[in-house]
Nanobody, 124 residues
Framework: QVQLVESGGGLVQAGGSLTLSCADS????????MGWFRQAPGKEREFVGGINWSGSATTYADSVKGRFTISRDNAKNTVYLQMNSLKPEDTAVYYC?????????????????WGQGTQVTVSS
């Protein structure tokens, strides 16, 4: 059974960095693509980025490209979101998601399982 648990959120000043982790404690996810999404108050959930099953390919939203990096360690069943040069507009609840398939999808409906989310707040 899939159980995704995010960690690493918190409060950071603009320009700072945070690394989020998402661990699947229920099973190996080495064959599945993983995605990161975020949702700010009053806004729809949006795609941040994703990584394919092997870690050989990543996709990012334009708003985070060049600042955020996604990686994964299949031996640890963990995916990471390294966030640099954070901006106040990055403030949101961040969710990881698992897609039963090898390649990334940018639509939220393309994912089968979701974590509970972790809050990231960037102060100006």
């Amino acid at each position: 059974q899939v159980q995704l648990v995010e960690s690493g959120g918190g409060l950071v000043q603009a320009g700072g960095s945070l690394t989020l982790s998402c661990a699947d404690s229920g099973r190996s996810f080495s064959g599945d693509a993983m995605g990161w999404f975020r949702q700010a108050p009053g806004k729809e959930r949006e795609f941040v980025g994703g990584i394919n099953w092997s870690g050989s390919a990543t996709t990012y939203a334009d708003s985070v490209k060049g600042r955020f990096t996604i990686s994964r360690d299949n031996a640890k069943n963990t995916v990471y979101l390294q966030m640099n040069s954070l901006k106040p507009e990055d403030t949101a609840v961040y969710y990881c998601a698992l897609r039963r398939g090898p390649n990334v999808a940018i639509e939220s409906w393309g994912y089968n399982y979701w974590g509970q989310g972790t809050q990231v707040t960037v102060s100006s």
